[in-house]
């Protein structure tokens, strides 16, 4: 299986007045799995509906492996778009077996890859069922054994997660970090912060049609600066409101919730706290994704929309 880099750059989009996508660009490495995540309407979609050739941008580029995606290309591809393309009448089994055909499987390999992959993701007694009398959840199994069964190079998923019972929400991590580790850079979008931060190499995060940060949870809970609690019961309301590059975020009684700018000096910190009188209690804390995603969004504003 050939293993490239998905590449995304200066992608602008827009409809009518409405700037979707302004310069938006990261990169997804073989064997990386990507989350892509971004308030409603802030052009996730858009953007991956671009990789798939689906929308065309108005400017920028998207490249695998150095080339632009072609036709051919794109049948490597398994997609698992926002408005799930299912035919609800099809059954189960002969849906995949049609779509892996589609991509080029002959008709023994696409029964095969059906077979293995209806028996992974436990939807082997539904194989004669149509599509549409199976739940919102196991429908969305089938979708993405549609976006697995031709053995793709690439998986960009539209909110593989959302519907999914938390079993489910194993199992497709468990998929989506296997198929990474085949060597396949994996790119999804979702709204469950906690899991992207749980699952992901990198994360990129838009706002308002823009890339605001793009790296590694460490890379980007590092770049946000620390969150320090400090237990100080001597000190005077306020002892820590003039040091530099220090926020304070939260006082009650003995307590104090800092936030550190990038660099901020920490001992400085634990000093003027000592000054007061004793300390106990000083505990450095790394901010989650969600507090990080808050900040980083609400920053940026969302910025005009309109041309
Ligand atoms: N076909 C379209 N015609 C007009 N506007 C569109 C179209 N598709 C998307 N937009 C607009 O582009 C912006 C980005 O939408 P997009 O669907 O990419 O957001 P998203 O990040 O996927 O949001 P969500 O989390 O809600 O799925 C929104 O302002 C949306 O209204
Ligand atoms: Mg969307």
């Given at each position: 299986m050939p293993e490239h880099t998905l590449a995304i750059s200066g992608l602008h989009k827009r409809f009518g007045q409405v700037?979707?996508?302004?310069?938006v660009g990261f990169t997804v490495r073989p064997g990386e799995l990507f989350g892509f995540v971004g308030s409603n309407g802030a052009g996730k979609t858009t953007t991956m509906r671009i990789v798939l050739g689906v929308l065309n941008p108005d400017a920028g580029e998207v490249t695998f492996g150095g080339a632009p995606i072609t036709r051919q290309v794109r049948t490597r591809i398994g997609y698992m778009p926002e408005?799930?393309?299912?035919?609800?009448?099809?059954?189960v089994a002969d849906h995949l077996v049609y779509l892996a055909e589609l991509h080029g499987l002959s008709s023994v390999d696409a029964r095969a890859a059906t077979q293995r992959w209806l028996g992974r993701l436990g939807l082997d007694h539904r194989?004669?069922?149509?599509?549409?009398?199976?739940?919102l959840g196991n429908q969305q199994r089938v979708q993405l054994a549609a976006a697995l069964v031709h053995e793709p190079d690439l998986l960009v998923l539209d909110?593989?997660?959302?519907?999914?019972?938390p079993v489910a929400v194993d199992v497709m991590s468990d998929v989506l970090r296997e198929e990474a580790a085949r060597g396949v850079p994996v790119v999804f979008s979702s709204h469950q912060l906690d899991l992207v931060e749980r699952l992901c190499d990198r994360i990129g995060i838009i706002a308002g049609g823009r890339m605001v940060a793009v790296g590694s949870v460490e890379e980007l809970t590092a770049s946000a600066g620390a969150e320090l609690e400090v237990v100080a019961p001597q000190a005077e309301p306020?002892?820590?409101?003039?040091?530099?590059g220090v926020t304070v975020v939260a006082e009650e009684g003995p307590r104090t919730v800092l936030r550190l700018a990038p660099g901020a000096d920490d001992q400085a910190v634990l000093h003027a706290a000592l000054a007061t009188g004793p300390v106990t209690g000083f505990t450095r804390h790394r901010p989650s994704l969600v507090e990080l995603f808050r900040a980083v969004v609400t920053e940026d504003g969302g910025g005009s929309r309109h041309a």
């Open positions: 700037v979707a996508l302004r310069d408005e799930r393309g299912l035919y609800p009448k099809m059954k194989r004669g069922d149509e599509v549409q009398k199976l739940s909110e593989p997660f959302s519907g999914l019972d306020d002892w820590a409101a003039n040091l530099p």
